[in-house]
C-alpha cells in the first residue's frame, strides 16, 4: 500500500485481493457511509488492512458464519 488519500482514509490497494484498503475499521466505517450512505455494508479486515461489502448470501441466509466464510477463503477448510 502507498500514500493515505486525504479524502476518504484510504492507504491504497489491498496486495491480498485488489480492493480499496483503509488502515483501520473506523475509518472504513466512515469512508463506506459517505460513499454508499443508508446501503448496510459491513467492515472486515484484509491482511493489514480493512475493506467493506455485503455479507455473502451464505451468510445471510444463516447456512454459514462469517468466520466460516473467512477461514474458506483463506484456504483453511
Request: hydrophobic share 20%.
Amino acid at each position: 500500500m502507498t500514500g493515505r488519500s486525504k479524502t476518504n482514509g484510504q492507504v491504497g490497494t489491498c496486495v491480498v485481493c485488489g480492493k480499496r484498503g483503509y488502515a483501520s475499521k473506523q475509518t472504513a466505517k466512515r469512508a463506506m457511509k459517505r460513499l454508499y450512505p443508508g446501503d448496510h455494508q459491513s467492515v472486515y479486515r484484509c491482511g493489514d488492512v480493512y475493506h467493506f461489502g455485503h455479507l455473502p448470501m451464505q451468510v445471510r441466509s444463516g447456512k454459514k458464519s462469517r468466520s466460516d466464510v473467512r477461514e474458506s477463503r483463506r484456504g483453511w477448510s
